[in-house]
């Protein structure tokens, strides 16, 4: 498994993934670390999404609407920002433990 994400392989991203997670994801998974997002970055893409989901609509494929309704690949828009907020709860709680982790470092350099 390494050895393919090192070679730049990642898993596929469901088809039912919430709006605007897709490219999140994939900001995550770059290649180089410099290129993802920190956790500061991954809040402001988050709440970014959920922006946009609570946004009117303004140009609407009707197509591929009746495709994805027939399909059974469209998640609300609650259940969107009910990912979202897990999400931004699971980076904060992160982001504590990685302040509390660089504070006992600091601590254990004096």
């Known amino acids: 498994m390494r050895a393919s994400v090192l070679a730049g ?10 709006f605007g997670f897709r490219p999140l994801i994939q ?13 500061s970055d ?12 609570t946004s009117p609509v303004t140009d609407i494929d009707t197509d591929k609407t009746k495709q994805n309704t027939h399909s059974g690949n469209v998640q609300s828009n609650a259940d ?13 709680a992160n982001t504590n433990r990685i302040s509390v982790n660089e504070a006992n470092t600091e601590e254990k350099k004096r």
Do not use: F, H, V, Y
């Open 27 to 39: 900001k995550c998974w770059a290649q180089e670390p410099n290129d993802r997002p920190d956790s």
């Open 80 to 92: 969107a920002t009910a990912t979202g907020n897990i999400l931004k709860s699971e980076i904060n």
């Open 9 to 18: 392989e990642r898993l596929e991203i469901p088809e039912n993934t919430p």
């Open 42 to 53: 991954l809040i402001k893409l988050i709440e970014g999404i959920k922006t946009e989901d």
